[in-house]
């Protein structure tokens, strides 16, 4: 075929033009080269800023994976100073809180109506699907709704399929008023810690069919959010097309429940989720490495674990 030919060299398709020496690869080819070259610069970026971190030991250290790192810095747009801030904050709340260490014997009260609960499948990328039901709300302590929400959200990540990082939270507005609401201090503080604290974590957060008075409450908090969280949340009407579609395009309706337009029962039970919680729990344990039954000696056996310098122990972020 002479200069004609079509050559093959490496990854690249190259087209050569007849009787002339210039190579023109195809658009696919320089496409495929922009991924690789935006891939080696966040790997390079996430060297920085395990470079910048210093030594870890202990959970500090089981905890900054590269997935981790990789998620603090796509939530500071992979500005390296900014995600260090980020996730040396992160490391002080988790030294002080200890949610790892939260178990479900703690919260299970909150759990007896299903206000929250991770549900038993996934959406179609695979996510953890957290079921949230505000209007099913039982107790009055703030600061043990949000253990009990902080708990669950751990669950959710342990139980993350392999290369997933995200999850998906479908809220049931059923019953929901203005009086069954948290107040407006504890959801900012709520939306501090998931924002704060589990950056990337939350693929889409579904409103399903929310009633008109809500909108009063939602004009206050989505203050509180940042840009990125901000458009993962849709809202969805059960007469709006465009709605019905955007719930078929994330979930199979085989597996949603009733509640948000699919096809599946709805069903809760309490002591069934309470055995599988407690399952959970050993597995947690054992991958933070620490004895289940040590739990009574009060919560004392985790510091900051972060070297060179100490850091000081710090409240939620506010």
Not at 30 to 59: C, F, T, V, W, Y
Not at 228 to 253: G, I
Not at 258 to 270: P, W
Request: proline content about 5%; overall charge neutral; charged content about 25%.
């Amino acid at each position: 075929m002479g200069k004609d030919k079509v050559a093959l060299l490496r990854s690249d398709i190259q087209f050569y033009v007849p009787g002339g020496s210039s190579a023109f690869p195809c658009r696919w080819s320089n496409s495929h080269h922009d991924q690789e070259n935006e891939s080696l610069k966040q790997e390079s970026k996430i060297k920085e800023l395990r470079a910048a971190l210093g030594p870890l030991s202990g959970r500090s250290s089981k905890y900054c994976t590269d997935a981790c790192l990789r998620r603090y810095l796509e939530a500071r747009n992979w500005n390296v100073d900014k995600s260090k801030k980020m996730l040396v904050e992160s490391l002080k709340w988790r030294s002080s809180y200890k949610p790892e260490e939260i178990r479900w014997h703690e919260v299970a009260v909150e759990g007896e109506t299903g206000k929250v609960y991770r549900a038993n499948f996934h959406d179609r990328h695979g996510r953890t699907v957290l079921i949230l039901r505000p209007g099913k709300q039982n107790t009055t302590s703030l600061d043990n709704q949000l253990r009990h929400l902080i708990y669950l959200i751990e669950n959710a990540i342990l139980n993350l399929p392999e290369g997933q990082e995200q999850m998906a939270w479908l809220i049931d507005f059923t019953g929901w008023t203005l009086s069954t609401s948290v107040p407006i201090k504890t959801a900012r503080d709520t939306i501090n810690v998931l924002q704060n604290h589990y950056p990337e974590r939350l693929a889409m957060a579904f409103l399903y069919n929310p009633p008109r008075i809500f909108e009063a409450f939602w004009k206050i908090v989505k203050y509180f959010l940042d840009a990125k969280t901000f458009q993962k949340v849709k809202f969805v009407y059960p007469k709006n097309k465009d709605s019905v579609e955007l719930m078929k395009s994330y979930f199979d309706e085989e597996n949603l429940p009733t509640e948000f337009g699919g096809k599946a029962i709805l069903d809760y039970n309490h002591e069934e989720f309470s055995k599988q919680m407690t399952q959970d729990d050993t597995k947690s344990a054992n991958l933070w490495g620490f004895d289940d039954k040590l739990q009574t000696l009060g919560n004392g056996h985790s510091g900051p674990e972060v070297a060179p310098e100490p850091l000081c122990l710090a409240p939620p972020a506010s």
